[in-house]
Nanobody, 124 residues
Framework: QVQLVESGGGLVQAGGSLRLSCAASGRTFSGDAMGWFRQAPGKEREFVAAISGSYGVTYYADSVKGRFTISRDNAKNTLYLQMNSLKPEDTAVYYC?????????????????WGQGTQVTISS
């Protein structure tokens, strides 16, 4: 059974930092692409960042490029999202997602497994 469990969300002031973690289980972690998505109230779920399986190639939404860093520790079966220079518009529920296979994508429907989400709130 594949499970994804996010942690690390919280309330921080604008300009601050947070690191999200996603603990994965149930499949060989290193072979699957992983992604972070977010959803703000009244908005659609949007792509934040993704990392491929096998080679760890990374992809970012333009809105977070240069501020967020996605990484993975295959030995620990864990995905991370380091978020710096946070802005109020980054406020959302952040979801970890997992594909079946190594190719990373930006489209939520292409991810087979999802975590429960963790709330990130940035105050101005």
């Amino acid at each position: 059974q594949v499970q994804l469990v996010e942690s690390g969300g919280g309330l921080v002031q604008a300009g601050g930092s947070l690191r999200l973690s996603c603990a994965a289980s149930g499949r060989t972690f290193s072979g699957d692409a992983m992604g972070w998505f977010r959803q703000a109230p009244g908005k659609e779920r949007e792509f934040v960042a993704a990392i491929s399986g096998s080679y760890g190639v990374t992809y970012y939404a333009d809105s977070v490029k240069g501020r967020f860093t996605i990484s993975r520790d295959n030995a620990k079966n864990t995905l991370y999202l380091q978020m710096n220079s946070l802005k109020p518009e980054d406020t959302a529920v952040y979801y970890c997602a997992r594909r079946v296979g190594p190719v990373a994508t930006r489209q939520p429907p292409t991810y087979a497994y999802w975590g429960q989400g963790t709330q990130v709130t940035i105050s101005s």
